[in-house]
């Protein structure tokens, strides 16, 4: 299905109880995005989904899959003198082994959010004095802003402009996640975001390795449920195949002016995620070319240490081995308030959007 018809939300419902029907077994779908993730919850769709089939939140949480020591390096930037830290709001208030970036803020530190990276960019310019530092964190869908400041800063020469780079791979995320084996997946209900970069065509790996379905969907709640259908309607009948329910946003090759700015500065890295742990390949590292602009080389930050919160499940919770209610600490010392682990901080958090939405919670934790 890949036409522009509009979405009915009853319809899509509709169709995805039909399709239910038809199981032999109870399936698992998992969305990889973390407005999936949110709007699902939102909408109550999990309550709306029959017994035997269940929406998995996966790691498309940028904040939340970035491992505890990149947060401590960020904040161990924060508390050099004379440097500036700049960064989206959702990083102030993720806890690092000592404290947060806000906490630094309070002290004296001087971090800063941003709504674009070019913002960053303007900072060093204006303060010449002063080490700037970019704490970047995302997916393909962000990291050409970052390549853009990366460039900008080179062709103007900005010496006192650097960048934490913290940017990740999806695909490479979904395929360890097949191969781990510790959580059974049925299919995936694909980010839109991230396939207007890539395009849909990049999701074709997944069906032909696992013969699993793959579904691009948009974000609103019916498209969401449309397209938590039509991936229903596909394990029914035993069909493996990428379907595009977001054409007008996601076309087959994606945005190739964007990745191949992308390509100019970053390189593929080794990284650890939170819950995944190191993945070949999955992230990105500046290029030796824009060095110069690296904020790891230039205050020779050392090797992190990734040790995760005492009790804190975020990463289990980010890759479908359990859901919020299981872990110990949440809503208990663990609050949007009082937030232990990312995944009760970030906007697109599964445990804030457990938390504030609770007509989710019996539907998804069955």
């Given at each position: 299905m890949t036409g522009r018809r509009a979405v009915d939300g009853r319809e899509a419902i509709g169709r995805l109880v039909a399709a239910a029907g038809g199981l032999s077994r109870g399936v698992a779908f998992m969305e990889v995005c973390g407005t999936h993730t949110v709007n699902a919850f939102r909408s109550g769709l999990h309550s709306l989904t029959p017994g035997n089939v269940r929406l998995l939140s996966g790691p498309?949480?940028?904040?939340?899959?970035?491992?505890?020591?990149?947060?401590?390096?960020?904040?161990?930037?924060?508390?050099?003198?004379?440097?500036?830290?700049?960064?989206?709001?959702?990083?102030?208030?993720v806890p690092?082994?000592?404290?947060?970036?806000?906490?630094?803020?309070?002290?004296?530190?001087?971090?800063?959010?941003?709504?674009?990276?070019?913002?960053?960019?303007?900072?060093?310019?204006k303060a010449p004095e002063r080490e700037v530092v970019l704490a970047a964190v995302g997916f393909e869908t962000t990291t050409p802003a970052t390549a853009v400041a990366i460039r900008t800063a080179a062709g103007e020469g900005l010496d006192n402009f650097s960048v934490l780079a913290s940017h990740k791979l999806v695909i490479p995320a979904m395929h360890a996640l097949l191969r781990g084996g510790k959580v059974a997946i049925d299919g995936f209900l694909c980010p839109g975001h991230v396939a207007i970069m890539l395009g849909a065509d990049a999701f074709g790996p997944i069906v032909a390795e696992y013969g699993l379905p793959c579904v691009i969907a948009g974000f609103e709640d019916v498209q969401i449920a449309a397209g938590l259908a039509r991936l229903t309607e596909l394990a029914a009948t035993g069909v493996a195949a990428l379907e595009n329910q977001y054409p007008q946003a996601v076309t087959a090759k994606g945005n190739e002016v964007a990745r191949r700015m992308v390509a100019e500065v970053f390189e593929p890295a080794d990284v650890v995620w939170r819950g995944l742990g190191m993945l070949a390949g999955s992230g990105l590292a500046i290029r030796e070319e824009y060095g110069a602009w690296d904020a790891a080389k230039r205050f020779e930050l050392g090797e992190s240490h990734n040790r995760e919160p005492a009790g804190c499940r975020c990463?289990?919770?980010?890759?479908?081995?359990?859901?919020?209610?299981?872990?110990?600490?949440?809503?208990?010392?663990?609050?949007?308030?009082?937030?232990?682990?990312?995944?009760?901080?970030?906007?697109?958090?599964?445990?804030?959007?457990?938390?504030?939405?609770?007509?989710g919670r019996k539907a998804a934790g069955r």
């Open positions: 498309g949480c940028p904040v939340c899959v970035t491992a505890q020591g990149e947060i401590d390096r960020m904040i161990s930037l924060a508390g050099r003198g004379g440097v500036t830290v700049c960064t989206y709001g959702d990083l102030l208030r690092g082994s000592g404290g947060t970036l806000e906490e630094a803020r309070s002290r004296g530190a001087d971090v800063r959010i941003i709504y674009s990276t070019l913002d960053a960019v303007a900072a060093a310019r990463g289990e919770v980010i890759t479908g081995r359990c859901v919020p209610s299981d872990c110990g600490l949440f809503g208990e010392s663990c609050t949007p308030t009082h937030p232990v682990g990312p995944c009760m901080v970030s906007a697109e958090g599964t445990c804030g959007a457990w938390f504030r939405y609770g007509s």
